[in-house]
Each structure stands twice: as structure tokens, then as C-alpha cells.
């Protein structure tokens, strides 16, 4: 019984984790190439929701149709925030930057109260589920998981094995080295905030369909918290290692759930925040660049 | 004969300035204005409560001034104020609020902001300065268990939440008997499910699961996973809108089916539907007030209470006037509302804006509005008011419990998640 429910919670916990991931690969790319902290994380997963629920409740059309134009209008605004605020302080000490992302998501929180207002809102997408041994898994959140698979493999290939994801790298590992080499850094720059903010935006498509509901203007402040640790543990600097980060935070939040409820006492959810920040701190104290991060 | 006179004048305005002395002492101090103080929450993570109340309260500060005429002391109509802040739903901005209305605006009495955790953040200071703190959105039981005296409570107290859910079911189906508990670990959410598992163990049920989950959750499956496991025939949940839709949605998605589904908060609010769809048919919620209740100034009669303020429909106008929205305001609005009448018809009953003489009267006074009935205990708690039961059916909010307030009946047992993903409706026949 235990076993089956172990099994059930870590099998959600994976689709979960995944999802958790694509939700932080944004974050990692931007400070990786920018050295930039955005808190202003979560209130762009916020944009990504809205829009979804905006394509999906008006226009009527699958909210997978929402990953590309949530991604492409996240691009956008990062190229707007970028031109208009960051570019001008990424020399600048780190309490600006963190006081700048800050005030980003505070001023996209508050206009999009002005437009959605402050109704908790949600949407009803069914397309079946599957009924597993151990648990029930809407179709939804396969798709869900599908998505974030696939787009971490396009941003692995294009890190990797294309002149523009090789310039990003060049830029990550010396800047001056890559300028004197003909790069254009500011480009670079102002490129890499734009997609971390498009994968943000396009993370938040993928997180309401997980799960649609409870969508609201302060909705993204939970998301920054788990997406910092999930950036710790995958590596701070590497937007796929994110990606392996949220599965393996996933994994350890559902599984430890089910393991701390067989304590008699004990309310297991107060545990596995426990855990999470404790293994955060850990990975602190020991590597600091993260689980999979390098130097 | 000279002497004599001037001693008789001098004797005469002796005698006068003794009267008038008299007079100014016991004669109630009658301001340009009554000011209430509000710590809103237009902002954060309460801004769809915090709304409602706004709305509730312009409505009835409108109500007093328009058609009440202002508040009367000393027999003259005084005009009632409002002055606002937004706490932006944080604890921290809650107690310099406080402090700053009392001390700066010097406003005579303060009306607490929505939500247990942050009327129990006011209330000392509120306390320090002997300023009447008026609650209309803090249900917990133990705000009124510190011993402070400047507190007066206008929503039902948290224990009370479940009452009629329980007894409803308990009537209906007897053999109903394991619930399920799982609720946000909040201030709010702990004390109705302290009082809900009280009351279902006095009438026989059996608590077969009891689980608490954090504020801000983003993901439930681990805990209904195991609430499946427990086979309740019961389920009593939530605590605020966000993990109230979540509780909805991810009980859906893990084919979760009950007998009755029960949501403190977010069941209740109209956004509930739209986000679940048919989802959210057989749901049910306890709520303070719901449109279409029959409280009238003949009902009041009926029971030998005052009634103040305006009648449903008058509210319904003056919060859509207020908020420039055309929305039907929920109970949130409504008891808002109803605190404001309270403090209106304390102050017309001490004959004076003294905090203390003011909740002296507030502890005799018994009255109706469209809120329904109202009177505190000595603490200050609410112990006047009736809870109703409301279940989404079609669509729409019906209330079904109690019998004489009810506008229609209970579907149940609520139709199975399969029932309801093929568009089957908690429609009574």
C-alpha cells in the first residue's frame, strides 16, 4: 500500500519536477550570462498564465498554442526591459540589479491586476486522463511535461551546437575575450535576457497546464522561491542543469511527502519545506556552484 | 436695596455658571464628523476579499450619510467619514496602519482589515491606544480568547463554519460517517476545522484523515493521494480561493469521489465556477451571507429585533455605486457592511464617540440588517449570526441549509468526477 502510494506521489512528482525545471531555466540563463538575480521571476510565470488563459477562455484555442506566443511576447518584453532598465546596470553594485528585477515584477503584478483584475481565475481544458496502477494522471499534465522536455532539448542544441548559443557561452566564460574576438556583447546580452525571460513566460503556459486554476495576479511569488532552490541544485549558471534540478526537486518533494507521513505527528508538508531548504543549504555549503553546475 | 441687588446678580450668574459647568460635563461631545478608519486590502494576497469589504463599506458609509441622514448624537445628525489605507495584505503595513489612523487621522474607531492572521496583527495596538477595533473579517475564535477588550467581531466565528454542513448531512444520510479533514495552516482554516471535527465527533462521525498544507501551495497531489487512500465519504477542506480551486481541480484530476465536497472561502466566491466548470457542480460552502437571503425589517419583527440599513436590493445598488463594478457583491461585502451599522447604531445607543461608552452599548445591542442578525458575547465574539450552506448547482450558487433560509435543495450525494467531466449537473429534480 505504502509503496503504491510512494510510487503514485513520485510519478507525479517527476511531471511536476519537470515542469518546476522549464520554470527555472530562465532564471539560470540570465544570471549565468548576465550575472543578474532576477526576483522578478515569478510574476513573469504570472504572464505566461494569463496569457494561456487569455488564448485558451477569448480565443478559444488549445492552450498549447500559447507556449509560442507566450514565449515570443516574453522575448519581447525582455528586450523591452532590457533596453529600458538592465542595460544600464549590469556594471552596476548587485543590490541595483535586485532592486530593479524587483520592481519589474512588482510593476507587472500591478498592471496586470489593472487589466485581469484580482479574481482568482482558472480554466477547464479536458483531453482525457490516464489511469496508471498507482495513480491518475490527466492528460494535461503529460502534455504539460512533454513540452518542457522538448524545449530543454532545443535550448541544449542551441547552447551547443549553434554560432549563436556558442557566442552566448563565449560571452559566459569572458566577456572581454569574446568582445576582442568581434562578439557584440551588448547584443549578447540583451539577447540571452530576452530568451530567459520567453523560456519564464513560456514556463508559466506550461504550469497552468498543470494546473489551471488559482491564476491571479500575485500567483508567481511561490515560483520564485522554488525556482531559486531548484537553480541551486541544478547549477546557477546552467539552464539545462535547471532543468535536471526541477526533476530531481520534483522527485524529493513528492517522495519525502509520502515518507513523512508514516511519522506519526507530524504534518508532512512542513517537512519536505524543511528538507528542500536544508538540501538547498547543503549544496551551499559544500558546492556552491550547484549539483550540476561547474565551476 | 442696592447691596441686595448686586448680590442677587452676582448670587444669579453664580448659579448659571454652575449649571453650564454641569451641563458641559454631561452633555455628549458632539464632532463636525464620525470617522471611521479602514486598513483595506486592495492589494497582495487578499485584494478579492479585500475588494468585497471596500465595496461593503463605502456602500453603507453612503447608506448612513444619504438616507440614515449621518449619525446621531446628541441629537444632532453628524456626517460619518471614511479614511483609507491599503495594507497591501501584509502584516507589517496592517500594525503601522493601525497606529498611524489612530494617531495621526484621529479617527474614532478602526475597522480591521480581512482575514483572521491580520486582525489578530491590529488588534494590540488598536488595544494600546483603547481604540474600537471593529472586525469584519477575522473568523477566528481566538482572536477574542487574548483578553482584549476594544474588539468587536461582525462575521461568524471560525468554530461555527462546519456546524450546518454537519448537521445537514448528518440529517440526510446517517450513514455518512468518515469525514476527511484537509485545510490551509492558517489561523482561519485551523480553527473551523478545530470546531468542524468537535461537532462531527458529537454527532458520530469518524475523522478518518486530518492533514494541514502550507499557505502559497502550488501542488496538492501528494496529500490527496493519501485522502483517497483514507475513503471518505466526507471531505472537508480549504481555507482561502487559491488552494480552494487547487482542492477542487486536483481532487478532478486524481478521480477523488465523495459524498460531499465542503470548501471554506473559495467555493463560495462566484470566480469559483468559471475556473473548475462542471467541476465544481455538488460543491458546497459555508458562507456568511449569499444573494437572495430573506432578511427584511418584517423578519426582524418577527423576532422582536431593530433593524437598521438598507434592505438587500438598496446594498446590492450602493455596491455597484461604490465600486464603479457591476458585480453582486458576496459576503465579504456584506459583513463589512454590517460592521459599519454596528458601530453606527452603537454610537446612536451610548449617545457618544467614546470607544469605551460605545462598546458598553455595543454589548447590549441586538439588531437585524440585511446581513442577517447580530449580537456579541463580553469577549466581543459574534454570537447573533447564522451560518448558511451554499451549493453550486447548474452553475448557479443555491443556498440549501438552513431550511428557513434556504432557496432551494441539497444534490447528494454530488456526482462522481466521471459524471461531471461527461456535463452532469447537481441539479435537484
Redesign the interface.
Known amino acids: 500500500m505504502i509503496w503504491e502510494q510512494l510510487a503514485g506521489n513520485l510519478t507525479q512528482g517527476l511531471i511536476l519536477g519537470g515542469v518546476y525545471g522549464m520554470a527555472t531555466m530562465g532564471l539560470s540563463l540570465i544570471f549565468g550570462v548576465l550575472r543578474v538575480v532576477n526576483v522578478g521571476h515569478g510574476p513573469f510565470i504570472m504572464v505566461g498564465a494569463f496569457i494561456t488563459l487569455w488564448i485558451f477562455t477569448t480565443l478559444k484555442l488549445s492552450p498549447v498554442i500559447a507556449i509560442p506566443v507566450a514565449f515570443i511576447m516574453g522575448m519581447a518584453l525582455g528586450f523591452i526591459f532590457f533596453y529600458s532598465a538592465m542595460r544600464r546596470l549590469i556594471k552596476a553594485p548587485e543590490l541595483a540589479t535586485l532592486l530593479a528585477t524587483f520592481s519589474i515584477g512588482v510593476l507587472l503584478e500591478e498592471t496586470a491586476k489593472l487589466i485581469f483584475g484580482s479574481d482568482f481565475q482558472g480554466y477547464n481544458w479536458v483531453v482525457g486522463k490516464i489511469i496508471l496502477p498507482v495513480t491518475v494522471l490527466p492528460m494535461s499534465k503529460l502534455y504539460a511535461l512533454i513540452g518542457s522536455v522538448v524545449i530543454a532539448i532545443f535550448l541544449y542544441v542551441w547552447f551547443n551546437k549553434t554560432r549563436a548559443g556558442t557566442a552566448v557561452r563565449s560571452v559566459v566564460e569572458d566577456s572581454e575575450g569574446a568582445r576582442v574576438c568581434g562578439i557584440n556583447v551588448g547584443w549578447v546580452y540583451a539577447f540571452s535576457f530576452a530568451i530567459g525571460i520567453g523560456l519564464t513566460v513560456a514556463s508559466g503556459v506550461l504550469l497552468t497546464m498543470f494546473i489551471p486554476v488559482g491564476i491571479n495576479p500575485y500567483m508567481g511569488g511561490g515560483y520564485t522561491l522554488k525556482a531559486f532552490v531548484i537553480a541551486v541544485l541544478g547549477g546557477l549558471t546552467s539552464p539545462y542543469g535547471a532543468f535536471f534540478g526541477g526533476l530531481i526537486f520534483g522527485l524529493i518533494e513528492n517522495g519525502s511527502y509520502t515518507l513523512f507521513a508514516l511519522m506519526p505527528g507530524v504534518e508532512p508538508f512542513a517537512l519536505t519545506r524543511f528538507l528542500s531548504f536544508f538540501i538547498l543549504l547543503l549544496i551551499l555549503l559544500i558546492k556552491p556552484t550547484g549539483l550540476l553546475g561547474g565551476k | 436695596m442696592r447691596n441686595k441687588l448686586i448680590i442677587g446678580i452676582i448670587c444669579f450668574l453664580v448659579a448659571l455658571g454652575f449649571i453650564l459647568a454641569i451641563n458641559a460635563q454631561t452633555a455628549p461631545k458632539v464632532p463636525a464628523k464620525v470617522i471611521i478608519g479602514d486598513v483595506a486590502c486592495l492589494?497582495?494576497?487578499y485584494?478579492?476579499a479585500g475588494?468585497q469589504a471596500f465595496g461593503g463599506i463605502k456602500a453603507i458609509v453612503k447608506w448612513v450619510n444619504e438616507v440614515h441622514g449621518g449619525v446621531k448624537i446628541g441629537g444632532k445628525k453628524v456626517p460619518l467619514g471614511h479614511k483609507y489605507y491599503d495594507s497591501e495584505s501584509k502584516k507589517e503595513v496592517v500594525t503601522s496602519l493601525v497606529e498611524r489612523l489612530i494617531t495621526v487621522d484621529k479617527v474614532n474607531c478602526v475597522l480591521a482589515p480581512y482575514s483572521s492572521g491580520l486582525t489578530l496583527a491590529g488588534a494590540p495596538i488598536a488595544e494600546k491606544y483603547g481604540m474600537l477595533y471593529m472586525d469584519h473579517g477575522g473568523a477566528s475564535d481566538r482572536i477574542f480568547q487574548q483578553g482584549y477588550k476594544y474588539i468587536v467581531q461582525t462575521i461568524g466565528p471560525g468554530s461555527r463554519y462546519h456546524v450546518g454542513t454537519l448537521d445537514m448531512i448528518h440529517k440526510i444520510d446517517p450513514t455518512a460517517k468518515r469525514i476527511a479533514l484537509a485545510y490551509e495552516?492558517d489561523e482561519f482554516a485551523r480553527m473551523v476545522m478545530m470546531g468542524a471535527e468537535k461537532h462531527a465527533e458529537k454527532l458520530g462521525f469518524k475523522i478518518v484523515f486530518k492533514?494541514?498544507?502550507?499557505k502559497?501551495?502550488?501542488?496538492l497531489?501528494?496529500?490527496l493521494?493519501?485522502l483517497k487512500?483514507a475513503k471518505p465519504d466526507i471531505v472537508l477542506g480549504g481555507g482561502h480561493?487559491?488552494?480552494g480551486?487547487?482542492f477542487?481541480?486536483?481532487m478532478g484530476?486524481?478521480?477523488i469521489n465523495v459524498k460531499s465536497l465542503s470548501l471554506v472561502a473559495?467555493a463560495t466566491?462566484p470566480?469559483y465556477y468559471?475556473?473548475?466548470?462542471?467541476?465544481a457542480e455538488g460543491v458546497m460552502g459555508p458562507s456568511h451571507w449569499e444573494y437572495g437571503v430573506t432578511y427584511s425589517p418584517e423578519a426582524a419583527k418577527k423576532i422582536g429585533l431593530e433593524w437598521i440599513g438598507p434592505t438587500q436590493d438598496e446594498f446590492v445598488k450602493l455596491f455597484k455605486a461604490a465600486l464603479g463594478k457591476d458585480i453582486i457583491p458576496d459576503y465579504h461585502a456584506a459583513e463589512a457592511g454590517a460592521a459599519v451599522l454596528a458601530y453606527v447604531l452603537g454610537i446612536e445607543k451610548a449617545n457618544s464617540i467614546e470607544p469605551a461608552k460605545v462598546r458598553a452599548a455595543l454589548d447590549k445591542l441586538k439588531f437585524m440588517s440585511f446581513y442577517g442578525a447580530w449580537d456579541i458575547d463580553e469577549t466581543g465574539l459574534q454570537i447573533g449570526h447564522s451560518m448558511i450552506d451554499m451549493q453550486w448547482q447548474g452553475g448557479k450558487r443555491v443556498i440549501i441549509w438552513p431550511p428557513e433560509a434556504a432557496t432551494g435543495k441539497l444534490y447528494y450525494p454530488m456526482p462522481t468526477i466521471a459524471e461531471k467531466?461527461k456535463g452532469k449537473l447537481a441539479v435537484p429534480k
Open positions: 492589494s497582495g494576497t485584494a478579492k475588494e495552516d492533514r494541514t498544507y502550507p502559497k501551495v502550488t501542488d497531489t501528494p496529500l493521494s493519501d487512500a480561493y487559491e488552494d480551486q487547487l477542487g481541480r486536483q484530476d486524481l478521480d473559495s466566491l470566480a468559471p475556473a473548475l466548470g462542471t467541476l467531466a
